[in-house]
């Protein structure tokens, strides 16, 4: 946003999947190294995921299943370069993404919040109307027949009771 | 069968955040080809229609989803 950006350090997220060959534990021990290459390049992790074994989409250099790890941290910007690159010649791991993530300012956050309520409060109205819906079609008499609900929505509701009002009738007469 | 309603972005109405992680999210806006689909035809919105893309494609580049259908 601002064009002179003082800080030098940013925030990243990283994915990144290790081969089949490796066994739960090893691949515990990859990560552990993954994470030391960032902490040597100055680098601090602040939170880490590990999504253990899944299945991959498609096939990278003939694994089809691959241990998945996640981690973000703060970096800084010219030191991720030198990561990105020992982790591409790496054969511990398969394939890895960073991503720049934003962390969000409080102002932002506030921001949220507030229309997280109102979207809270919105759909509690709808539920309630909803359930006054509910309420006034089983005062109404029930019975209706099957193949009523397709016409439901086409018709006013008018309509639907002149109709029900008929069929009821019908029935009585039966 | 043309649907009239007028359509709203799933993720504006949510308030959500496009996550390239979340698979289960973009399998909604994808097709049975893996294509990534129209916002006029999901109703996602212009501004999350591109966040969108390129979630999409950075999960398939982490094999999270993949890029045909077979
Ligand atoms: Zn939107």
Redesign the pocket.
Known sequence: MSKTKKSTIGHYEMLFIMPNKFTEDEAKTVIEKVEKTIADGSGQITSREYWGKKKLAYEIKHNSYGYYSLCEFDLEKNALAAIDQSLRLSTDVLRHQIIIKKSKTEEELAHDKKINEKIVAKKAEEEKEAKLKEKKQADTPEATPKAAPKKEKRTDMKDLDEKLEGILSAKDLI | MNNKKTKE?Y??VNNLEVDYKDTRTLKRFINFYMKILPGKRTG??A??QRKLATAIKRSRVMALLSATHK
Do not use: I, T
């Open positions: 972005c993720f504006c996602v919105c501004w999350h």
